[in-house]
């Protein structure tokens, strides 16, 4: 049974192509790899799943809560605009389970546009601009609050 759904948004396929400046120079297996790793050193079972699609996203973390999964979101391009993502987010936390909102990058150091999250205020913690250690930092957070339950 699947303890951690990390979730991915647009463009996070193209790591390593896109903008390594700002994404680094891993790849997208390198990040779903390591997560799994990091996971499974936490006792944790952890499935990685990308998606640019807002209906796939949303339905995933119905999936979470349905299943009763944590979820670690990286919602990409969505963290700025996407209501129906926050409220699919906003469920999750209501039925009781962690959702950590992770970014590669510190959005707030970058455009301005990128500085507004409307996932954050329905996420139970955030973690930006650590690159692949921001998700393994959210995984840790994960199985902290799954141990005090």
Known sequence: MTDVLVLNGPNLARLGSREPDVYGSAD??????????????????????????????IGWLHEAVDSGCDVVLNPAAFTHYSYALRDAAKLVTAAGRTLVEVHLSNPAARETFRHTSVIG?????????????????????????????
């Not at 390198?30 to 796939?56: I, K, M, N, P």
């Open 28 to 57: 997208y297996a390198a990040l779903a790899g390591a997560a799994r790793r990091w996971g499974s050193d936490l006792g944790l079972e952890v499935e990685v799943r990308q998606s640019d699609d807002e209906a796939v996203l």
């Open 121 to 149: 205020g329905v996420a139970t913690g955030t973690v930006a601009g650590f690159g692949f250690d921001s998700y393994r930092l959210a995984l840790i957070a994960v199985a902290a609050r799954r141990s005090t339950r």
